[in-house]
């Protein structure tokens, strides 16, 4: 008998009905009466505000569709942990377990819970006439430009840990417990981390939990978040005595919390002896999901955000050792699939984000099903978009092809594009590169790359007139969306395919790092649908299996 599961990442809902304000602004002042974040804010963050809630409800609304009734959430069902944001979140959920029977279980995200004492936050919200105000969680009023809310805040983890979700029994399942035991109180579910000189020592919440929700399947979802003391005394904010996971996720895990890594080894020593399927989920990666391009990236940029956010390949030994053969993972906002060690990482993309979409995952008596869902063609709301236009008019904002999108699909791919020329090339990338990409054509790039393969002029003819920064946006979507090559058009798949003999160089410079990297990124196996063995071995449609490095 099939059992499938739905598994989705980062829906980060932002409640675009709800009362941020407090009501101390009205409603009619409001666009179309909606708390919409601003687009200048959404234009320069990697994941979308005011689409969210829309995209999470139509993912639910096609996993409803399909007749699946088990849904794995890898963390940030929220957008920052608000009382607001949460309470939407959890409301769109236990709407569909009431209308459908779905039951859903999930992990926190470093959006969704904060240490043990929350996070302030400040967000800029929109006016009508295309203006905006601000909601605080930590700065007094000032008129109507700052209001001071004090549920603007991330939540902490006494506060904010859901009572469903799976975080704590609820009668229905077969089998629970936690890294502890089998008890669900918070005061039993708590471990210490000390602060690198020892002197300071702090407790926390493990949300972590093993579930069966039907028989013969364990769900293990781990808390990936570890909160680190810093050295010393006199912080200005409760929340700047530590260091967040945000950055170091499993590779902070497997150094602090190694009683969680105990837990997982004896998981699968049980699963296996009782004949249970496990399938484990954590907010963070547990392999290398860039296709082994940090060191290349690091050398030529520096510690990006990708580099900080990268599993070494020591922490991913780690994990392989428990035996663990199957991890979903989020936080990253991409789709990718990579292997180490016999350990799969499924990194599921946001729904609130490019390339948009879940995953869903087939168990049957010889092996499984992974496949992928686009969230491609679902409308954009016109009333938003409007919202948008007025700010648009009212700033110097490019909004790129934000505007102009016909749906959800081409929304999102503008945005990620926006994102990648407005703050990770205008950020990360030193001003010289830039300058010297700006300067540059792709076939520039290839001339200069040290590469064994040299293209004819022929093949160099079409290249002379596009710019280098095409294929440094190409690198940044392929590695977004690692399908990416499978779901283009011929004429542009058949354009960046003439491009990947130049990327088998192995010199240093700038432009034999960025054609490799891109080739890493862009010539992968289609893993839209993937067929795992009983031993969770994966094996491509195309019939190609995984690896971590590119040769």
Avoid at 130 to 147: C, L, M
């Amino acid at each position: 008998m099939q059992q499938r599961f739905a598994v989705v990442a980062d829906p980060h809902v932002h409640d675009i009905r709800g009362d941020y304000r407090l009501g101390r602004i009205g409603a009619d002042r409001l666009p179309a009466r909606l708390e919409l974040r601003t687009l200048a804010d959404s234009a320069r963050s990697t994941r979308l505000f005011n689409e969210s809630g829309h995209a999470f409800r139509a993912a639910l609304d096609d996993i409803a569709a399909r007749g699946i009734r088990h849904v794995i959430v890898v963390g940030d069902y929220s957008d920052d942990g608000q009382e607001a944001s949460v309470t939407a979140a959890l409301a769109l959920m236990r709407s569909y377990g009431e209308r459908f029977g779905m039951r859903f279980y999930a992990t926190v995200g470093n959006h969704d819970v904060y240490g043990d004492t929350g996070r302030s936050l400040d967000r800029r919200f929109l006016l009508a006439n295309g203006n905006h105000f601000t909601v605080s969680g930590s700065k007094s009023d000032d008129g109507e430009r700052t209001i001071f809310n004090p549920a603007m805040r991330c939540r902490s983890y006494a506060q904010g840990l859901p009572s469903a979700l799976g975080f704590f029994r609820d009668g229905h399942e077969l089998h629970w417990e936690t890294p502890f035991g089998p008890s669900d109180a918070l005061a039993d579910r708590q471990y210490t981390v000390a602060s690198p000189d020892g002197r300071r020592h702090r407790r926390f919440i493990d949300a972590s939990y093993l579930v069966e929700p039907s028989p013969g399947v364990w769900l293990l979802s781990i808390d990936g978040n570890v909160f680190v003391p810093r050295n010393g005394d006199g912080f200005r904010r409760p929340e700047d005595a530590f260091d967040d996971s945000t950055d170091a996720g499993y590779n902070a895990l497997v150094r602090h919390r190694p009683y969680l890594i105990d837990w997982i080894a004896d998981i699968v020593r049980r699963a296996d002896e009782q004949g249970k399927r496990l399938v484990a989920f954590t907010h963070y990666p547990a392999v290398d999901p860039f296709d082994d391009t940090h060191g290349d990236e690091e050398r030529l940029l520096g510690r990006t955000v990708f580099v900080r956010r990268t599993p070494l390949a020591a922490t991913a030994a780690v994990l392989a050792q428990t035996g663990l053969r199957l991890h979903f993972s989020g936080h990253l906002h991409i789709d990718n699939v990579t292997t180490e060690d016999g350990l799969t990482n499924v990194a599921v993309p946001s729904t609130a984000g490019y390339p948009g979409g879940y995953r869903i995952l087939t168990l049957h008596a010889d092996g499984a099903e992974l496949e992928t869902v686009r969230l491609a063609s679902h409308p954009l709301d016109p009333a938003i978009l409007s919202a948008y236009r007025t700010e648009a008019d009212q700033t110097d904002i490019d909004a790129g092809g934000l505007l102009e999108a016909a749906d959800y699909e081409a929304f999102i791919h503008a945005h990620l594009r926006g994102v990648i020329r407005h703050r990770f090339f205008a950020t990360e990338w030193p001003e010289a590169l830039q300058r010297e990409i700006g300067r540059l054509t792709l076939a520039d790039l290839i001339r200069q790359a040290d590469s064994v393969a040299t293209l004819p002029s022929e093949a160099l003819a079409p290249l002379e007139h596009l710019p280098a920064m095409y294929l440094v946006e190409a690198t940044y979507v392929a590695r977004h969306n690692g399908a990416w090559r499978y779901e283009i058009s011929p004429a542009e798949r058949g354009l960046l395919e003439s491009l990947l003999p130049a990327g088998r160089g192995e010199g240093p410079g700038l432009a034999a790092t960025i054609l490799r990297n891109f080739r890493r990124h862009f010539d992968k196996p289609d893993f839209r649908r993937i067929a795992f063995s009983r031993d969770w071995t994966p094996v491509c449609e195309d019939g190609r299996h995984f690896r971590r490095k590119i040769a």
